[in-house]
């Protein structure tokens, strides 16, 4: 389909489909339990067909305009990938999130990934809002949201049930004038 080089170091990003699940799969069992400190994808691929039936609920998204998933893979591998976890083009109003490999962390590939995404709904689809959401505890996510210029909104404590625990959510959000003056600043 099409690949988006993110750098010099052999990463792109690429649509993540029903196709991939095989490789999808292999990738959540390399680094399950690292994903799934805190978020609940390493639990929605526990064979080929979860899988399957998960990247197939984000083709739905995409058939829909409600969402959408890419994988980012560096030098051949799918190593973690991005979403628009909502996408709300009435209210201009999206969710992002992420996940990463812990073999592939510190390379900035995650923040370079979001800002391909972030820069298509603002620019491309006319995207007002972008909001994170991420557990107070998930300290790497928060610092990405710090990166991206979003600013916390707030904190929905013990908001999340995940694994049997009570989690804190914490609300990031940036504005499409905040990143386009953002973004200008930096070129």
């Not at 051949?76 to 812990?102: I, M, P, S, Y």
């Not at 979001?114 to 610092?143: C, F, K, P, Q, Y």
């Amino acid at each position: 389909m099409f690949a988006i080089s993110l750098g010099d170091d052999g990463a792109e990003l690429r649509p993540l489909e029903p196709w991939n699940a095989g490789e999808y799969l292999a990738h959540i069992d390399r680094s399950r339990e690292y994903i799934g400190r805190f978020i609940p994808l390493a639990d929605r691929a526990a064979d080929l067909a979860s899988a399957t039936e998960f990247l197939q609920t984000y083709a739905r998204k995409q058939a829909t305009d409600t969402g959408r998933i890419y994988g980012i893979w560096v030098d051949g591998t799918l190593v973690g990938g991005v979403l628009f976890r909502t996408f709300d083009v009435a209210q201009g109003n999206c969710e992002v999130g992420c996940w990463l490999e812990e073999t592939a962390v510190g390379r900035g590939l995650i923040s370079r990934a979001l800002r391909v995404l972030i820069d298509w709904a603002v620019d491309e689809r006319g995207m007002h809002r972008v909001t994170w959401e991420a557990s107070s505890a998930n300290t790497a996510s928060l610092n990405v949201a710090r990166r991206l210029g979003m600013e916390r909104e707030a904190v929905l404590r013990g908001s999340g049930l995940y694994r049997g625990v009570r989690h804190d959510a914490e609300i990031w959000s940036i504005l499409a004038p905040e990143w386009i003056k953002r973004r200008q600043a930096a070129q």
